[in-house]
């Protein structure tokens, strides 16, 4: 069942590169207290969000702590040495958290995924976005296909909050 409106996020935790260590960051530690916008993408140097998704997030950052926003966080089906050397490309430094679900375990919690199996990609995540106050879904936007990027861009949850 995919995540609605109103429901709490399941626990879960991420691999994240801080400082060059690993660390776990579960998803109690991300959200509580916090409004955090939370996004996704199938795969970190994939053309949409490479080019795209998080640029968007970067260029928008200001506007969305401006808006009260604690945390920009993105999720990925990837390791967290891809994403870690994903963040130095993007040079996003401290502006948005980059999130390894490698097992997909916090993706396919929340109804999320999709198999990418027929073009070799295995389990992924959709592209989507939500804004979250301490660990419940206020707004949820997913989008129909992952090349995709229209309403989980960072234009459109900077009108929802």
Not at 8 to 35: C, H, I, N, W, Y
Not at 60 to 73: M, Q
Request: hydrophobic share 45%.
């Amino acid at each position: 069942m995919t995540i609605q409106i109103g429901d709490r996020l399941p626990d879960a935790t991420f691999k994240v590169s801080q400082g060059g260590e690993m660390v776990d960051v579960s998803v109690a530690e991300l959200t509580r207290g916090k409004k955090v916008v939370l996004f996704a993408v199938p795969g970190a140097f994939t053309p949409t969000c490479h080019a795209k998704h998080v640029p968007g997030y970067l260029e928008h950052h200001d506007a969305l702590k401006a808006k009260g926003v604690d945390t920009i966080a993105c999720v990925a089906v990837n390791d967290p040495f891809v994403l870690a050397e994903w963040a130095k490309s993007q040079n996003s430094g401290e502006k948005i958290m980059l999130l390894s679900d490698g097992n997909a375990d916090f993706t396919k919690a929340i109804g999320l995924d999709f198999d990418g199996s027929g073009f070799k990609l295995g389990t992924r995540s959709k592209r989507y976005a939500m804004i979250v106050q301490d660990g419940v879904v206020e707004a949820l936007a997913v989008e129909e296909a992952p090349p995709m990027m229209e309403v989980s861009a960072a234009e459109h949850i900077l009108k929802a909050l």
